[in-house]
């Protein structure tokens, strides 16, 4: 494994994190509410105090995901592959990229779209 690739990973795994601690302090406190499982957010925040902060923070901590998530991909497409084990190397790297780009989604529509969309389903 050479530089650009090290560089590579150590960006893909940095964007999956951002996009773990995204769910965690944002989409996964909405969805639990929405389950009807208030309680088990109550003991969560109690527990982890800091994930009110990551709370207010929320478009800083996406903006930074996002960020991350597009300068991987940009990497991930910059590479060239030679071998057949680079090319294993490769497919999983881009595996981790998808999945990361996925769980940013879910937790951009947790955060910012449900609650709107379920207040316009009450109307209704």
Not at 16 to 26: H, K, W, Y
Not at 47 to 61: D, G, Y
């Amino acid at each position: 494994m050479d530089k650009e690739q090290m560089k590579t990973g150590t960006s893909l795994f940095s964007g999956l994190g951002l996009a773990l601690i995204g769910t965690t302090c944002c989409a996964l406190p909405i969805a639990l509410v929405t389950l009807g499982m208030g309680g088990a957010v109550a003991s969560m925040v109690s527990a982890m105090p800091w994930l009110t902060t990551l709370s207010q923070h929320k478009v800083i901590i996406f903006s930074l995901t996002t960020g991350v998530l597009i300068f991987s991909y940009w990497r991930l497409h910059r590479i060239k592959v030679c071998s057949l084990a680079d090319k294993y190397h490769m497919r999983w790297q881009k595996a981790v990229l998808w999945s990361s780009s996925a769980i940013l989604l879910l937790s951009l529509f947790a955060a910012y779209a449900l609650l709107p969309i379920t207040l316009w389903l009450e109307r209704l």
